[in-house]
């Protein structure tokens, strides 16, 4: 092409306008745990970034106990890392009480109402909602129905614990390469923890009594653990003191579990032939009970929230609108299918034709949700609020060592006794240390 001067003023003014544009753009750092919805998020972002030219989107992706840990250190400590954070129903209350977080306030178009009353409130305080909830869950059974019914056996809607050790003991066979049950056991507050708090609920445990003294060596953790360790050491496939949610979701749809209790929002995944051997062989059932339903199965949400030191907050409340609204549900129900929806947030999602067809799991969800008490989560009375968690700062640090000594067990590298010994002491150490008495 023959050079002219017009040639190159053009040129130049497309260079200035591009860099322009690149200098204007907003950049926001998302940190968020890598689970299936969270990772579908990030591939369906481009639709936000293409509607929204000016917000360019930096994922920060992480394992969930690696998440909390990095997102705590730089909340905690100023360090201004992201723009965006994925955190939950225990950190929500307690960072917005202490001002580390922006109120969220989206636009009328964002229909706060539509969103489930008990994620709404577990995701507030005073009133005021510092999180949007990107999914909710509970936790339910999920059991093999086509080997319970070879067995001869059923799956009560809301069984005892003796029912489920009978069944997983029926249906383990682990020559055929088949455990009877599939539980967690890697070590974190909100990994084997959040499982074996809701099954210590049942037994008529509670992590404090009522003037805030933990309750660790009590008879009904002891009677909670032995249980959980003696299943799970006979019937639990090997090495289970690793495995958390992805790790179990892996062996489920290779059909190497019987029985998985944990968050509904796997049945998506499970269901999913795309996915799971056994996506059309699944049933599913309420959480287990052993003299109490209370607290027997766990609230949650993951969620975005904008920490209060960032310099982003629009463009951040933007993205956390997009992410978390009806129509971004929409969005992944017409590009992936409706069963495959990020589910637990909105009542419309519930009554949405189309996602009832194809979520065959989502009358046990609700169900499951709607029982969830974080109140009212203990036999005894307690002074928390939580079902899987105490919300209070101190409970990360105990919940994190009682996690670790309770997945030692597991592995049997010391006795349950022994275990909660451990953990007692030092859950009572760090409530001294913070006042308690």
């Given at each position: 092409?023959?050079y ?8 130049i ?17 998302i ?5 299936g ?11 936000f ?27 905690a ?22 001002g ?8 009328a ?18 009133g005021?909602m510092y999180?949007?909830?990107?999914y ?10 086509d080997?319970v ?13 003796g ?6 003991a ?6 055929d ?5 599939c539980?967690?056991g890697?070590?974190g ?13 049942s ?7 009522d ?16 249980f959980?360790?003696?299943l ?35 049945a ?6 795309a ?19 209370r ?18 907050q629009?463009?951040a ?13 929409a ?10 929806v990020?589910?637990g947030?909105?009542a ?5 034709a ?8 989502a009358?046990a ?7 969830a ?31 670790q ?9 010391k006795?349950?006794e ?6 007692q ?13």
């Open positions: 092409m023959k002219t001067l017009k040639t190159s003023v053009a040129a003014a497309l260079t200035i306008c591009a860099t322009a544009t690149t200098a204007s753009a907003t950049d926001l750092t940190a968020t745990v890598n689970n919805h969270m990772i579908e998020m990030q591939k369906l972002s481009s639709k970034e293409a509607a929204n030219p000016d917000i360019k989107l930096n994922w920060v992706t992480l394992e969930e106990n690696v998440l909390r840990q990095r997102i705590t250190t730089d909340i400590t100023k360090g201004g890392q992201f723009d965006v954070m994925t955190i939950g129903m225990y950190e929500t209350p307690i960072w917005g009480e202490k580390w977080l922006v109120e969220l306030q989206p636009d178009a964002y229909d706060i109402d539509d969103i489930l009353p008990a994620m709404r409130s577990g995701l507030s305080h005073n005021k999180a949007a909830p990107f909710g869950e509970s936790s339910m059974i999920m059991y093999r129905k080997l019914d070879a067995a001869g056996l059923s799956m009560p809607d809301r069984p005892s614990w029912h489920v050790y009978d069944v997983a029926e249906l383990h066979k682990p020559d390469g088949i455990y009877g049950i539980l967690r890697k070590p507050w909100g990994d084997n923890m959040a499982f074996i708090t809701t099954m210590a609920n037994f008529g445990a509670s992590w404090f009594d003037n805030w003294k933990p309750q660790l060596d009590s008879p009904e953790w002891h009677a909670a653990v032995e959980y360790v003696d799970l050491g006979n019937y639990g496939p090997p090495g289970s003191s690793s495995n958390s949610f992805n790790e179990i979701l892996a062996l489920y749809n290779e059909g190497r579990c019987g029985i998985w209790i944990d968050a509904t929002i796997a998506s995944f499970i269901t999913d032939p996915q799971s051997k056994v996506a059309d062989k699944i049933a599913f059932a309420q959480s287990p009970v052993a003299i109490t339903d607290g027997a199965n766990w609230l949650w949400a993951w969620a975005l929230a904008i920490p209060a030191g960032t310099e982003k629009d463009a409340m933007k993205f956390i609108s997009w992410a978390t609204s009806k129509e971004y549900i969005l992944v129900g017409e590009t992936n299918g409706w069963g495959k990020p589910t947030t909105r419309s999602t519930y009554a949405n189309d996602f009832r067809a194809n979520a065959k799991f009358e969800e609700m169900k499951a949700i709607n029982s008490d974080p109140s009212n989560s203990t036999l005894k009375k307690s002074p928390y609020i939580g079902v899987q968690f105490a919300a209070i700062p101190e409970f990360q640090s105990i919940g994190t060592i009682t996690g000594q309770l997945s030692a067990a597991l592995a049997g590298k006795t349950v022994a275990a909660l010994a451990a953990a002491k030092a859950a009572d150490r760090e409530m001294r240390k913070s006042g308690y008495y």
